[in-house]
């Protein structure tokens, strides 16, 4: 069973900078493609980045250079270094796997970006 656990939120002012972790019980590398989604209240989960295979990135329109996707596939974990953190970027920010073990979600980070 998948379990995947992300830590790293919190609150930080405008311009700043947040590093997310998300553990994850089984091996990440190569066949499973690991991302990040955020969800705000009353809106739909949406992706925020993704990475698979060898390491190919994918990033949504409104994070483009200033997020950063990253895994340690021996420590299976996968990271999301946020810069330049906007208010709108305030959500819960979920990590998901999907790959031969399945599909899972964490149980979510929340990040506050203060005015």
């Known amino acids: 069973q998948v379990q995947l656990v992300e830590s790293g939120g919190g609150l930080v002012p405008t311009g700043g900078s947040l590093r997310l972790s998300c553990n994850a019980t089984v091996p990440i590398a190569s066949l499973a493609t690991m991302a990040w989604y955020r969800q705000t209240p009353g809106n739909e989960r949406e992706l925020v980045a993704s990475?698979?295979?060898?390491?190919?990135?994918h990033y949504a329109d409104y994070v483009k250079g200033r997020a950063n996707i990253s895994r340690d596939d021996a420590r299976r974990i996968v990271y999301l270094q946020m810069d330049n953190l906007k208010p709108d970027d305030t959500a819960v920010y979920y990590c998901?796997?999907?790959?031969?073990?399945?599909?899972?979600w964490g149980q979510g980070t929340q990040v506050t970006v203060s005015l």
């Open positions: 998901n796997y999907r790959g031969v073990y399945g599909s899972a």
């Open positions: 990475i698979i295979g060898v390491g190919t990135t």
